[in-house]
Nanobody, 112 residues
Framework: QVQLVQSGGGLVQPGGSLRLSCAAS????????MNWYRQAPGKQRELVAT???????NYADSVKGRFAITRDNARTTVALQMNSLQPEDTAIYFC??????WGQGTQVTVSS
């Protein structure tokens, strides 16, 4: 049974930082591309960051230079470090792998 369990998130002021983490189980983690998505109220879910099995990363233009995705294959975790957060980053963030496996979602709110 595949499980993705997220932690982190919360409320932060503009310009602040947050770190999200996602612990995976039930998959051969080393071989999977891992993704972070987000969904803001009234908007479609969008891909924020991707890290492949060999560590290659890609980012949405809106977060390049501010967010960093990393993975720890030994601990089967993927993290999203978010810096210089802005109100438009407010959304529910989801960890994802494969076609169908999603974390439970974590609220990130950027507000003064």
């Amino acid at each position: 049974q595949v499980q993705l369990v997220q932690s982190g998130g919360g409320l932060v002021q503009p310009g602040g930082s947050l770190r999200l983490s996602c612990a995976a189980s039930g998959i051969a983690f080393n071989y999977y591309t891992m993704n972070w998505y987000r969904q803001a109220p009234g908007k479609q879910r969008e891909l924020v960051a991707t890290i492949t099995s060999d560590g290659t990363t890609n980012y949405a233009d809106s977060v390049k230079g501010r967010f960093a995705i990393t993975r720890d294959n030994a601990r089967t975790t993927v993290a999203l470090q978010m810096n210089s957060l802005q109100p438009e980053d407010t959304a529910i963030y989801f960890c994802n792998t494969g076609c169908c496996y999603w974390g439970q979602g974590t609220q990130v709110t950027v507000s003064s």
